[in-house]
Every structure is written in structure tokens, then in C-alpha cells.
């Protein structure tokens, strides 16, 4: 099984501030053939469904505020919040769909410092 | 607009079965696979399983591969997840989403919380 580690476990970032989440993975997740990484963000609120942010490691979901982006290629993924806002105050999960068994990381909590 | 709409709340005693269910509706549902995702207490997202609405294809995470079917009704745009022999560590949120298979999970249901308890 391909495993996710992500970090840090817990993040406390000022308002207005750069937040940065890292996914790094025991495979790659680059499939050759279309050059594309399977690689997806998501952000969890308490009491809520995770809210798909980014997909292909890059692409951000319609609807997802632009001081959201994602790069990485392969093995080691990021996720950067450009300027921290109250509502940003969640988990983040990254998760692989390169192949089954499809996992996720085991989560990101993010606070205001 | 897209919807997943899924079952109440469960409460099982251990050794008992559960079906959850997950209806869906504002787009094409042979278009896109179903997957499940659960969440213990306190705990981060564990992947279930995806099942194709287009074909026979199913895939399961292997730890739960012998005690969980997921299975689709395409008449009424419906996927279930059935989770036998129910122990305590099954106590969790249960969520279908759509997509999966070479694809993120772009819409979620709600959540169902199972309780597994004696």
C-alpha cells in the first residue's frame, strides 16, 4: 500500500500569514503516461465532509479561493495557504488515488497563532 | 446541483450487520464511481472501497475485504455499503463520495455515524 505522511501534524499560522502543509509519499504518484500526479487536497471543518480543494497535485476546484495552490511532483507534494484567513481554520488531508488500496494521510490540523 | 444524501445514525451491538446508503441525485450516475471513506473518533479519513456504476468492477480496501460488500442500484441512483460481523473499531463516521477511481472526490455525503456498541 502506498503510505501518505504528512506535516507537520499540527500547524499554528498568524492571520495573513503563509501556511504550508507537506505530503510525501512512499511511491510515486507521476503516472508516465499522462505526466499527470494522483494526488488531491482536502479541507474537514468539524461536524463536516472533507472539501476537495486541489486535484492532479495542482488544479484547484472550482469554488476554491485562489490563496489555496498545491505543487509537487512524485513523492513529495505541498500544500500552501498564501495568506491565512479565520475561515482556513481546519484539517487538511492529502490523498492518493494512483491506485487501490486509495489512501489518505493522517491529517493536518491548522489554527490561528 | 449534486447531491449525496445518506442514511441515519446506526447503533449496532457487535456481530451484527449494518447497511448504510447513499442517494444520489443532480448528475448522471453512470458516469461516475462511488467511494467510502470512514472516520473513527478523532481520527483521520481510512478508505473503504469504490465501486463502478458503469461496470461490474469493485475494489476493497483489504483489511475489510472479507466483512464488506458495496453494492449499487442504478434505477434509483443509490449505493449502499453493507459492514458485517460489526466490532468496536467499526464505531465511526461512514461517507460515500463520487469519483475515486482515477479521480478525487469531488462531492461527499454527510456522514453517517455508526456506534458499535454492547
Known amino acids: 500500500d502506498i503510505v501518505l505522511t504528512q506535516s507537520p501534524d499540527s500547524l499554528a499560522v498568524s492571520l495573513g500569514e503563509r501556511a504550508t502543509i507537506n505530503c510525501k509519499s512512499s511511491q510515486t504518484l507521476l503516472y508516465s503516461s499522462n505526466k499527470k500526479n494522483y494526488l488531491a487536497w482536502y479541507q474537514q471543518k468539524p461536524g463536516q465532509p472533507p472539501k476537495l480543494l486541489m486535484y492532479?497535485?495542482?488544479i484547484r476546484e472550482s469554488g476554491v479561493p485562489d490563496r489555496f495552490s498545491g505543487s509537487g511532483s512524485g513523492t513529495d507534494f505541498t500544500l500552501t495557504i498564501s495568506s491565512l484567513q479565520a475561515e482556513d481554520v481546519a484539517f487538511y488531508h492529502c490523498?492518493?488515488?494512483?491506485?487501490?488500496?486509495?489512501?489518505f494521510g493522517q491529517g493536518t490540523r491548522l489554527e490561528i497563532k | 446541483q449534486v447531491q449525496l444524501v445518506q442514511s441515519g445514525a446506526e447503533v449496532k451491538k457487535p456481530g451484527a450487520s449494518v447497511k448504510v446508503s447513499c442517494a444520489t441525485s443532480g448528475y448522471t450516475f453512470a458516469t461516475y464511481g462511488v467511494t467510502w471513506v470512514r472516520q473513527a473518533p478523532g481520527q483521520g479519513l481510512e478508505w473503504l472501497g469504490w465501486?463502478?456504476?458503469?461496470?461490474?468492477?469493485?475494489k476493497y480496501a483489504q483489511k475489510l475485504q472479507d466483512r464488506v460488500t458495496l453494492t449499487i442500484d442504478a434505477s434509483t441512483s443509490t449505493a449502499h455499503m453493507e459492514l458485517r460481523s460489526l466490532r468496536s473499531d467499526d464505531t465511526a463516521v461512514y461517507y460515500c463520495?463520487?469519483?475515486?477511481?482515477?479521480?478525487?472526490?469531488?462531492?461527499w455525503g454527510q456522514g453517517t455515524l455508526l456506534t458499535v456498541s454492547s
Open positions: 490523498h492518493q488515488y494512483y491506485n487501490s488500496p486509495q489512501t
Open positions: 463520495a463520487r469519483g475515486g477511481e482515477g479521480a478525487g472526490l469531488d462531492y
Open positions: 492532479w497535485a495542482s
Open positions: 465501486i463502478s456504476t458503469y461496470s461490474d468492477d469493485t
